[in-house]
């Protein structure tokens, strides 16, 4: 009788003798049982891969068509029009928060840097210094709230930097320290635009565009550019998917994460001044909650929390979605509390969809 | 022949029998067989990639087989779960630790299974009491309150291994056990892998390291390409033959002889303290040469690379480049200056995961390939196609994630990102730690060939026979200090080992 590492010798004698056939990259396609085959081909197809990384755009494709029939007023080019001027408050913020987010950090002081922003706004024009420029005091205004939204940026940046603290501990103290300074500001007051010029602008259209969604488009395009062909972008990416290797890359990853935070800030203040166009007013409650649908659309359009992962193509479809449930709930005359329940479901929806993919196509563990 | 025949008459601890296993798009197991005898220690050897993880994954519940079977016992069981496996009697030793560093020893040893008293208290006593009597059984130095977190490596992997102990364990698989670990605390561990055979527990040993497999096992098990290569009689087979099992060919492991000319001093450092890491550190790297850092874990090998890519301040001492004394103070202008690093672990240290092996590649120096505002494509998949021909770096495409890749095309990335960059000094801390044995020696001769085009190469290593094949002079360390300085025709390995233990050192005082 052959003992069995003997057989087993001999065996492997037989398998060296002509060489192994070569693993191919498509062996699951060639395997017997049709099913991972379909499945295989059909996750070959690019579309397919392409909504398979951005589930959101799938979700957004279905909301539009559900809502172009179930409400006769939703699909209509000046609903359209509504919904990207709806949409351009949290869609800018949300331009900066893929950047904060990639970077592994996040900003939950921009709704209250958006409120401090639109009171410097419309509070400066009427400064007697400015009293006699005409139309002209609309500028030093608006420069004045973008230049505070950039400083606060800056500061917070600049803590997370040279602390070491988490931006969130940060940005959350910054959140509850610059709403009180705006309630300081303000006097618990509204402020009202006495230039009327300022509450028009928002009206005003380029083309068949309102100047609104003109501008959140412009931007959007603008971020793009900025994070999937500059250096900075690509900074972006590495420091949020590993710090370490960045900073061995020669990278000063702390002056790095200032600049997006203040990128951050610019547009939770340039947010802040459309918005108190659309009012003709500033109130000390502006902007309240709006980090979280910020981080909200941010996360629907797949940036990770982590860092690392993430664009602005995503974010933009998570912008859509919010604006189109919204506004479509809205049309169908939907209570606007439901929305919020509909809403937290579908974020938590969309999390798992996109995890179940991932993980079942690393075959990933069950963790 | 015994011992072959001993085993023919008892059942197989366990038995895998024509395992498949398949991703998407990868046969990652292709029918392999594999046994262990109670009693037994059977290595398991295989490149990365040739599906060792995946077998032991299968074997420990974490993945279910298409097809195939596994015996435990002489009784074919289906695991669905890690916890299933252990109840069958098999348990993983992970080669990452998974302890809870903030609890005690033994709330990990029984972490998911802590003895209980009514109402769901957890029974501290018993707790106490079974983990004091495993850690005891492994012969460990500390009690089972400690918390994880302020015992050292060796002991939290005993923490691991305890935790295995805690049922009646058939099979026990230990998966690079030894890479975090002392020479001293290895011995330890042998012992106790010698213990539990003793005891009758089948032991599956996987580990790159051939000197360890042919000290410790009975039996080898290769695979390759996720095909079972054949299973060999340790005492009768020799690391040639394992080595061409596992990868198809044999290995060239002399050192390259040809000489080099070895140019003008490139890096001095003189007198270079960093306490409490190494202290008084002299040494200089000259052009077209290979100075290799040998000595234990801890002993400030890394710290002195840290210092030189400007990672860390230095109290006192100085830093010369081509004869003129500079400040280093941070990784760019360690880079401005010619300095690169291949970190120690590049997964955390030298990439980033997710993504591409182009962008990884050319992360240092992009802001160097702009065209206008943005970066050029174009200049970037240039440089990637320059360095994956000349680093032989095997990937589908430059748009691949260089997480995906093999440890040692990893290894080629971080390698090829500096070499991109022209540097002056190349300083490599670990070049194949968790690489295989293939790209380990593609490696080798790639780090010969760079001194030999006129890089001043520094290699940090705690592996001997890599030491002794790369460098051209070796400096000893023990204990934050240089204890002695060899060139490649004086060195042995005797020596080398005192002067790393300290033994040199103690004479000399």
Redesign the interface.
């Known amino acids: ?1 052959t ?3 003997t057989v ?2 001999s ?2 004698m037989q ?2 003798g002509p060489a ?1 056939p ?2 191919p ?4 396609e060639t ?1 017997p049982g049709g099913t ?1 085959a379909r ?2 081909l059909f ?1 070959d197809n690019p579309l397919v891969r392409w909504l398979m990384d951005n589930p959101i755009w799938g979700f957004v494709l279905i909301v539009f068509v559900f809502f172009s029939f179930a409400s006769e007023h939703f699909f209509e080019f000046s609903n359209v029009q509504n919904i990207l001027v709806q949409t351009s408050t949290i869609g800018l913020i949300a331009l900066g928060m893929t950047l904060v987010m990639i970077n592994g950090n996040i900003d939950l002081s921009v709704g209250a840097t958006l409120a401090l922003a639109a009171a410097f706004a419309v509070d400066v024009q009427s400064w007697a210094v400015f009293a006699s420029w005409g139309n002209w005091q609309i500028l030093p205004a608006v420069c004045l709230a973008l230049l505070v939204g950039i400083a606060l940026g800056a500061l917070n940046g600049f803590i997370v930097w040279k602390t070491g603290v988490d931006a969130f501990i940060v940005t959350l103290g910054a959140m509850l320290g610059i709403r009180g300074l705006v309630f300081v500001y303000t006097g618990e007051q509204s402020f009202y635009a006495m230039n009327f010029a300022y509450s028009d602008f928002s009206v005003v259209s380029v083309g068949p565009l309102p100047v609104l969604a003109l501008i959140f488009l412009l931007c959007t395009l603008a971020v793009h ?1 900025l994070l999937s ?3 900075h972008g ?2 972006t ?2 420091v949020g ?2 710090r ?9 990853v702390g002056p790095h994460m200032m600049i997006n935070f203040m990128i951050i800030g610019f547009f939770a203040a340039l947010s802040g001044v459309l918005l108190s166009t659309q009012m003709g007013a500033a109130t000390p409650n502006l902007g309240r909650d709006y980090e979280l649908w910020v981080i909200t659309a941010v996360v629907l359009g797949g940036t990770k929390l982590t860092g ?2 993430g664009d602005i193509i995503g974010t933009f479809g998570g912008v859509l979605a919010i604006g189109i449930l919204r506004n479509g709930m809205n049309l169908m005359q939907v209570p606007a509390f439901y929305v919020y329940v509909i809403l937290g479901g579908i974020l938590i929806a969309v999390l798992f969809l996109d995890k179940r993919f991932n993980r ?2 690393n ?1 990933g ?2 963790l | 022949m015994t011992d072959a025949l001993q085993r023919e008459t008892t059942a197989p601890a366990l038995r895998l029998a024509g395992i498949v296993k398949t991703f998407p798009g990868v046969r990652a197991l292709d029918g392999v067989d594999f046994e262990v005898m109670p009693g037994e220690v059977h290595a398991l050897l295989g490149e990365n990639g040739a599906g060792k993880s995946t077998l032991m994954k299968v074997l420990a519940g974490m993945y279910q087989p298409d097809e195939g079977r596994i015996v435990i016992g002489g009784r074919e069981v289906r695991m669905t779960t890690p916890l299933e496996a252990k109840e069958q009697g098999v348990v993983l030793i992970h080669q990452e630790l998974s302890l809870v560093p903030e609890m005690t020893a033994a709330e990990n040893i029984y972490l998911g299974e802590l003895p209980r008293k009514s109402f769901g208290r957890v029974d501290w006593r018993t707790l106490h009491a079974r983990s004091d009597a495993i850690l005891e059984r492994l012969r460990c130095k500390f009690r089972s309150e400690a918390v994880v977190a302020q015992l050292s490596i060796a002991n939290q992997q005993m923490v691991e291994i305890a935790r295995a102990l805690t049922v009646d364990a058939r099979v026990v698989v230990f998966d690079e056990p030894t890479a975090s670990l002392t020479d001293a605390e290895k011995v330890v561990l042998f012992d106790i892998i010698n213990d539990l055979k003793a005891q009758g527990v089948g032991i599956v040993y996987i580990s790159h390291r051939m000197d360890e497999i042919f000290t410790l096992s009975d039996r080898i098990t290769v695979l390759r390409d996720g095909q079972y290569r054949g299973t060999l009689e340790t005492a009768l087979t020799n690391e040639d033959e394992v080595t061409r099992l596992m990868i198809g060919r044999s290995l060239d492991l002399s050192r390259d002889t040809t000489p080099v000319k070895v140019g003008e001093t490139v890096l001095a450092v003189r007198n270079l303290t960093c306490e409490p890491h190494f202290e008084d550190v002299s040494f200089s790297v000259r052009a077209g040469e290979v100075v290799g850092f040998y000595g234990l874990v801890g002993a400030g090998r890394t710290a002195i690379a840290e210092a030189l890519f400007g990672l860390r301040d230095c109290a006192s001492g100085t830093i010369l480049i081509d004869g003129k004394e500079v400040s280093i103070g941070s990784p760019e202008r360690a880079i401005g200056m010619g300095i690169s690093l291949v970190p120690e672990n590049r997964k955390e240290q030298g990439l980033v995961l997710q993504m591409s092996c182009r962008d990884n590649m050319t992360l240092p120096q992009v802001q160097d390939l702009t065209a206008g505002p943005f970066v050029s494509s174009g200049a970037e998949i240039a440089i990637f196609d320059q360095y994956r021909d000349r680093l032989a770096i095997k990937t589908p495409s430059w748009r691949q994630p260089a997480g995906v890749l093999s440890g040692g095309n990893q290894q080629k990335i971080v390698i090829g990102k500096w070499l991109s960059m022209q540097p002056r000094v190349l300083i490599v801390d670990e070049p194949t730690r968790g690489i295989d044995v293939g790209s380990k020696s593609e490696i080798h001769t790639l780090l010969r060939e760079l001194a030999a085009q006129g890089y001043a190469v520094i290699v940090i290593s705690s592996e001997m026979p890599e030491i002794l094949r790369v460098s051209d002079r070796i400096v000893a360390m023990y204990h934050g200090r240089i204890t002695r300085e060899f060139t490649a025709a004086e060195v042995t390995e005797d020596s080398l080992v005192q002067a790393i233990s300290g033994v040199a050192a103690t004479a000399e005082a």
């Open positions: 009788m003992p069995p590492d087993k010798q065996r492997q398998d060296d192994a070569p693993l990259q498509a062996a699951a395997l991972s499945i295989s996750r550019l062909r500059t250096v690509r900074n990416y590495a998917g590993n370490e290797a960045a900073v061995n890359a020669g990278i000063r690392g992962k079942t196509a075959g563990l069950r």
